[in-house]
């Protein structure tokens, strides 16, 4: 089980708005980073902070939270972000890092 | 750039040992901490801890006491995962990734190692 709970797939028409969310108890207190995993890669930051973008991230990718969920969003989705996305959490209570399970994006 | 890279995949029967090295270079070492990330094939990323690379200490997740070792070697901006008493069940991508903020998120990763643990 994961601590931050993701929904398994996500579908998008390519040039379309893709959501992922990520809940968990607390979440807003937490903030969240989210990283994308294009198949036979690892891991890259897309996120950090709930809303900052790294450099080199295409404006696209934005990032919010509140109310115990935070999100993903892709606007105007491109073939090439077809990937599996994780949402990333420090649960200060626990002193733990947690991630979610994971969503496969699909652009078809 | 900042840039980890790290060894290359392992094939290892059960009960053997295996060290994976992490070498970062375009930043200072000792400014930030590196974690350790497990990805079994086909499933999510899983936290093993991370190390202080200022005082060595390391910190290690729930499951991943005992036979998994942290270690580092400031000189050469390295770090080190060993594991001991491999089972098949070890087998994943181990990645390593450098830590920032205080409620911590993760860039760069290393590219990751391939331990496959059969006999």
């Known amino acids: 089980s994961h601590d931050l709970t993701q929904p398994p797939s996500v579908s998008v028409s390519p040039g379309r708005t893709a959501t992922i969310t990520c809940s968990a108890d607390q979440l807003e207190f937490r903030t969240a980073a989210w990283y994308q995993q294009r198949p036979g890669q690892s891991p890259v930051l897309v996120i950090f902070?709930?809303?900052k973008r790294p450099s080199g991230i295409p404006e696209r990718f934005s990032g919010s939270n509140s109310e115990n969920t935070a999100t993903l969003t892709i606007s105007g989705t491109q073939a090439m972000d077809e990937a599996d996305y994780y949402c990333q959490a420090w649960d200060s209570s626990s002193a733990k890092v947690v991630f979610g399970g994971g969503t496969k994006l699909t652009v078809l | 750039q900042v840039q980890l890279v790290q060894s290359g995949s392992e094939l290892k029967k059960p009960g053997a040992s295996v060290k994976v090295s992490c070498k970062a270079s375009?930043?200072?070492?000792?400014?930030?901490?590196l974690n350790w990330v497990r990805q079994a094939p086909g499933q999510g990323l899983e936290w093993m801890g991370w190390i202080n690379t200022n005082s060595g200490t390391p910190t290690y997740a729930q499951g991943f006491t005992g036979r998994f070792v942290f270690s580092l070697d400031t000189s050469v901006s390295t770090a080190y995962l060993h594991i001991s008493s491999l089972k098949t069940e070890d087998t994943a991508f181990y990645y390593c990734?450098?830590?920032?903020?205080?409620?911590?998120?993760?860039?760069?990763w290393g590219q990751g190692t391939l331990v496959a643990v059969s006999s």
């Open positions: 990734a450098r830590e920032r903020g205080r409620k911590p998120w993760f860039d760069p």
């Open positions: 375009g930043y200072t070492f000792t400014d930030n901490a």
């Open positions: 902070q709930d809303t």
